[in-house]
């Protein structure tokens, strides 16, 4: 099937559902689109992560960025003794991941 043909079908089933009335009662009707800040994330992975946000998923950098936030908090709150230090090791491993993805994307 050409292109062409899939844009004419496309094209009549939207008008069809939006003369059915299908797009009436869509969360947001009549308001604009959030803004899509990804303003920091480099132009050639943009439409990645915006893929992998639509999906409700993170990237790998994204989760382990929310992991170090987590294993922070929890050490400060614990007190001192082996859990502080098993949590301490923890944080300090996604840490280390963390830098060397960083540092990979730097280097592309």
């Known amino acids: 099937m050409s292109d062409d043909v899939l844009h004419i079908l496309a094209e009549h089933k939207i008008k069809t559902a939006m003369e059915n009335g299908e ?31 639509n999906a409700g998923q993170l990237p790998v950098e ?16 614990s007190a001192p003794g082996e859990e502080r230090s098993r949590l301490s090791r923890k944080l300090a491993e996604k840490t280390t991941l963390f830098n060397i993805l960083m540092e990979k994307h730097r280097r592309k």
Do not use: C, T, W
């Not at 943009?46 to 893929?51: D, E, P, V």
């Not at 994204?62 to 709150?77: G, P, S, T, Y």
């Open 23 to 53: 797009f009436d009662n869509l969360p947001g009707k009549g308001r604009p689109l959030p803004p899509d800040n990804l303003s920091l994330v480099p132009a050639d992975k943009r439409a990645a992560y915006k893929l992998l946000r």
């Open 62 to 77: 994204m989760d382990l960025k929310k992991e170090i936030a987590v294993l922070e908090q929890a050490v400060a709150a």
